[in-house]
């Protein structure tokens, strides 16, 4: 196999995993995977709002996930840990299928479109784009786009910090498509400059300070070693005699 095909069939791998938890996990609040190749197998992260339907009672419905990846995906020895979403609003999938849920329910696209982009931007995202296509009030199909705050679509920022997701939702007049791109708030930036409002002082190096005698000080010296001087001529008088 060349290198050129096995990245294609692990990136179709990967694609057909995502869907397949997507659909087995949705009443988990599904957010997404990691999939990481150890030594010792294959370590597998599912991210989900409610990690308890993931688990399972004593870890029933995990086990079960764990031998159906093995089986029928051919992945060698999973090792699957759960890691629950600190904020929804923040995860493309969440926002995805809640905002496919809204229109399953029969709430209008504007309306629901506009309330999850302002939950999202709520949340603290810096910028978020979602757009909803599919027969949305005629019988010609078209998509209708809702944006807010800034959002970079290439680039270096895009790739590293963009969450992206796709979610497909089965209406009346035929099936929906929705993208959701969100730009989360520790993002950055090249061409975003921070100038600094005042230039840090330099520590000064510490002197010894060294004080200069006082004269009463002085005073004293000269007369002690007057009066040892004194005595010693004293001394060297007596021993002569």
């Known amino acids: 196999m060349s290198i050129v095909k096995h990245f294609v069939v692990e990136s179709i791998k990967r694609t057909e995993i995502d869907e397949f938890l997507q659909n087995k996990l949705e009443r988990a609040g599904y957010g997404g995977v990691n999939i990481s190749k150890t030594p010792l197998g294959t370590h597998i992260v599912i991210y989900a709002m409610r990690p308890g339907l993931v688990i399972g009672r004593g870890g029933e419905t995990i086990r079960e996930l764990a031998s159906v990846l093995e089986e029928k995906f051919q992945v060698p020895n999973p090792q699957i840990s759960v890691s629950e979403i600190e904020i929804p609003e923040l995860n493309a999938y969440v926002v995805g299928t809640k905002l496919a849920s809204a229109l399953q329910r029969g709430v209008h696209f504007r309306r629901a479109g506009f309330w999850a982009l302002n939950q999202v931007m709520e949340a603290g995202a810096l910028g978020a784009e979602i757009v909803i296509s599919g027969k949305l009030r005629t019988e010609r199909a078209r998509y209708e786009k809702f944006k807010g705050g800034y959002l970079q679509k290439c680039g270096e920022p895009a790739l590293r910090y963009l969450r992206k997701a796709e979610v497909h939702v089965q209406l009346k007049p035929g099936m929906f498509g929705i993208r959701v791109r969100i730009m989360p708030p520790d993002a950055q930036f090249?061409?975003?400059?921070?100038?600094?409002e005042a230039i840090p002082k330099e520590e000064e190096p510490l002197e010894e300070k060294t004080e200069a005698p006082s004269i009463e000080e002085t005073k004293d010296e000269?007369?002690?070693?007057?009066?040892?001087?004194?005595?010693?001529s004293d001394e060297k008088k007596e021993d002569a005699k």
């Open 190 to 196: 090249p061409d975003k400059i921070k100038i600094a």
């Open 222 to 232: 000269t007369e002690e070693t007057g009066q040892a001087a004194d005595s010693a």
